[in-house]
């Protein structure tokens, strides 16, 4: 028997593994069996037959009637459904439940104006009830009758014509609860423009009595029956007509006029169209009309996708007798639908946006900042399709839900986008700074290489122009278009404001080795001019000055020249170091601490040079030098030979006690014009208020300028202290006497010759 169902005689589904394939589904689904479950497989149908994308672009007829007055072979007929009909053999009820099915006829049957049937019709067979006169149970009916109403746009109520005018008849019974569940459904929403089309097909009718007055008896029975049904509050003045449309049509008996059977149903097939309201046949009130029956306002507005979710949530509202709440009941589906439908479309932004996380959060684990390129195009593109995908889907769901959903997701997709964002402006902030400052180190580098001769300032200048311009391209490539937080506006300024903060410290840097070679230059030319003095000492005509008797003047102005060649040397190194300084946009307070540190540091390099020439050793090897001078030379520099009679007593005298007073001139530095020590303190300065701890953290103190170091200028200036001063004056002593020893020794050793 091919018409027959797999499975259904026992009321059971089949297993969801056995429905695995369009082929198992020939006889449509059934949404709810003989027991009222609902099948859970219902969605699975859907998709199979390609409904499930079709957002509002489908459509629901139910089909209404007693039992075995033809329906499911009407649908079938019409619809290409294989919904099963009774045998004339068995004679015993077939459909169970509701039946589901998606209309077969294709498009192909047009008519001639070339109007064809609406997309994705969905029919429900409905299980029918025999004659109410046998009292059976009315709850299914009752049951399946809301269930149509809430979902279907059209009702096909299928009646014999020699039923029609027996008011106390079955159909009479079953309408009525169509008519009062009808309002129950509008109890918790009155203000709905929601209405159905009722259908009649006239079956075997002959056309005795034309379909007119058929129709209008149809209508006066159903008003009749309206005013006797109890309404809510509220809805008591209401009439059928706010609620419902009326069609008629008439079929002839399929055994006895099969041609015209099919025939009238190829025809009647075609009314299943997209329609629109048409003023004239609303006059008409039910008129017979060629229009398609398919008018925008009976449709349920519930999304393809969301179709057997709804259904579903219905249907247990139903058979768990509660009040069926349909704004509830499409809110909840929203709800449903638009946290799948966000879940989903996360999957693809997940797919699209987590490598580019995880890369930069292990690039921050590892404190290597990087900046990922392409980022700002994938999430742009992500962001984009994320959400637009999110708008296709659920804007077709309540509207509430709907954007607050939208809302919900933007709030996630740009939470993680704006971490990505600020995670990669981090990054070209950090490596920017860190490139900056190579980049210019190694201009630097290469600069000395080649002599020394480069612009300081154009290399800074030209790096933080090219880093500015690095930075803000990867900020600009990453911003995502149209949304609060992808701007960088703030993140520019503390950009710029480190670039001249590490510029800053790489002047100073260069500064420091500008100093350092300054400090190196003073330091050979004090070394060489200091020690040309020191010399001097040793020939008793210090300075190389023209021999002068008695006072030696140029012994005492030893000091002076020194503190001179010092000032002078100083001066002309601050010189260089001025030029070079401001060659490099060095601000003048930055100038003025280089020349007052330069200044600090070549007294030191002074002070330095002159202990190595004062330690112990050489300067007795000094003072005897220029004892022997003045005791072995006369005046004109000419070598003595002693001879008895010369007053070798009086020379050596008079050369030991020149010499010594060298010891008490040369123990303290004080110029001999105001016999004072150097105004070293005015000549240094005071510290420039600009001078930062770093400025002074590697210079020695100094007497006398430093006054908290408890050290006086006085001291400052204590070449020799007075112990020192003693000892050498004794050990002078003894090394003069030798020398006069010797040269008794060699007066006499003459005189015996
Ligand atoms: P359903 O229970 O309403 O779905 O009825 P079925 O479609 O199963 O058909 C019940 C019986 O009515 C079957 O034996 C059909 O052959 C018969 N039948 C179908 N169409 C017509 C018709 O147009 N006129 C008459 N008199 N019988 C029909
Ligand atoms: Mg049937």
Request: with cysteine.
């Amino acid at each position: 028997n091919p018409t027959a169902p797999p499975v259904m005689a026992n009321g059971h589904f089949a297993t969801v593994a056995d429905q695995g394939d369009a082929a198992s589904y020939e006889h449509g689904v059934q949404a709810i069996d003989g027991d009222k479950e609902f099948n859970p497989n219902l969605s699975k149908y859907l998709t199979l037959e390609d409904v499930t994308p079709a957002g509002f672009n489908y459509h629901l007829i139910s089909v209404f009637g007693s039992q075995s007055t033809g329906k499911s072979t009407l649908l079938n007929q019409l619809f290409g459904t294989q919904f099963s009909v009774m045998s004339e053999m068995e004679r015993r009820q077939t459909t169970k439940g509701i039946w589901l099915s998606k209309n077969k006829k294709q498009a192909d049957s047009a008519t001639a104006d070339g109007s064809r049937m609406a997309d994705n019709i969905l029919v429900m067979d409905v299980e029918g009830t025999d004659g109410r006169e046998r009292g059976e149970d009315q709850d299914f009916e009752r049951k399946s009758a809301l269930f149509a109403l809430a979902t279907s746009e059209v009702l096909i109520v299928n009646i014999w014509e020699h039923q029609v005018g027996l008011y106390q008849g079955a159909n009479m019974g079953l309408l009525k609860t169509v008519f009062e569940v009808n309002l129950q459904l509008f109890l918790k929403d009155k203000h709905t423009t929601h209405r159905s089309l009722l259908f009649f097909v006239i079956r075997d009718f002959i056309g005795t009595t034309p379909l007119k007055n058929l129709q209008k008896t149809l209508l006066e029975d159903l008003s009749r029956l309206w005013d006797t049904i109890s309404k809510p509050a509220g809805l008591e003045k209401s009439t059928i007509h706010d609620y419902f449309d009326f069609q008629f049509y008439g079929l002839p008996h399929k055994g006895y006029q099969p041609d015209q059977f099919v025939s009238e149903t190829k025809k009647l097939g075609l009314r299943f169209r997209e329609g629109h309201r048409d003023p004239k046949r609303d006059a008409l009130k039910g008129e017979f009309s060629e229009e398609g029956v398919f008018l925008p306002e009976y449709h349920r507005r519930i999304p393809a996708d969301g179709f057997a979710h709804y259904a579903e949530g219905i249907w247990d509202q139903i058979v768990n007798n509660k009040d069926l709440d349909l704004p509830t009941q499409q809110e909840l589906l929203a709800q449903f639908r638009c946290d799948e439908i966000l879940r989903e479309v996360m999957v693809g932004f997940d797919e699209a946006i987590i490598a580019f996380e995880d890369k930069q959060n292990e690039a921050v684990r590892l404190g290597a900042p990087e900046v990922l390129g392409g980022l700002g195009v994938a999430m742009r593109t992500a962001r984009s399709k994320t959400v637009k995908g999110f708008e296709t889907e659920a804007s077709r769901y309540h509207k509430g839900v709907y954007q607050r959903k939208k809302a919900e997701l933007e709030g996630k997709v740009d939470t993680r986008l704006k971490a990505l964002f600020h995670g990669q402006i981090s990054a070209a902030h950090k490596s920017g700074i860190r490139d900056f400052s190579d980049a210019v180190t190694n201009a630097v580098k290469s600069g000395q290489k080649k002599g020394g001769n480069y612009d300081f300032a154009e290399i800074v200048n030209e790096e933080s122009k090219v880093s500015l311009e690095k930075f803000e391209a990867v900020a600009r490539s990453t911003v995502v278009e149209n949304t609060s937080w992808s701007n960088y506006k703030q993140e520019l300024k503390l950009y710029e404001k480190e670039l001249s903060e590490v510029s800053a410290r790489l002047r100073r840097d260069e500064m420091r080795r500008l100093a350092s070679r300054v400090e190196r230059w003073v330091q050979s030319r004090l070394g060489e001019s200091v020690g040309v003095e020191f010399n001097g000492l040793g020939s008793g005509r210090a300075g190389g000055g023209a021999p002068e008797d008695g006072d030696k003047p140029t012994e005492k102005a030893f000091w002076d020249r020194i503190w001179n060649v010092f000032v002078e040397t100083v001066l002309d190194a601050e010189r260089r170091f001025t030029d070079r300084a401001s060659s490099f946009d060095a601000s003048l307070e930055e100038v003025d601490v280089g020349l007052w540190r330069l200044r600090r540091k070549s007294w030191g390099v002074l002070r330095a040079k002159i202990d190595e020439e004062m330690i112990e050793g050489n300067l007795l090897l000094k003072l005897r030098e220029n004892f022997e001078d003045k005791f072995r030379y006369d005046d004109d520099g000419v070598p003595r030979i002693w001879r008895p009679t010369d007053d070798i007593e009086g020379i050596y005298t008079r050369a030991r006690e020149s010499t010594l007073t060298l010891i008490p001139l040369l123990s303290r530095f004080r110029l001999a014009e105001t016999s004072a020590a150097p105004p070293l303190d005015r000549w240094i300065g005071h510290t420039p208020s600009t001078a930062s701890p770093a400025d002074e953290e590697d210079l020695a103190p100094i007497g006398g300028v430093d006054e908290d170091e408890g050290k006086s200028l006085e001291e400052e200036m204590t070449i020799v202290g007075d112990s020192k001063r003693q000892e050498l004056t004794v050990r002078f002593k003894k090394a003069a006497d030798g020398v006069y020893v010797e040269a008794k020794r060699s007066a006499i050793g003459g005189m015996t010759q």
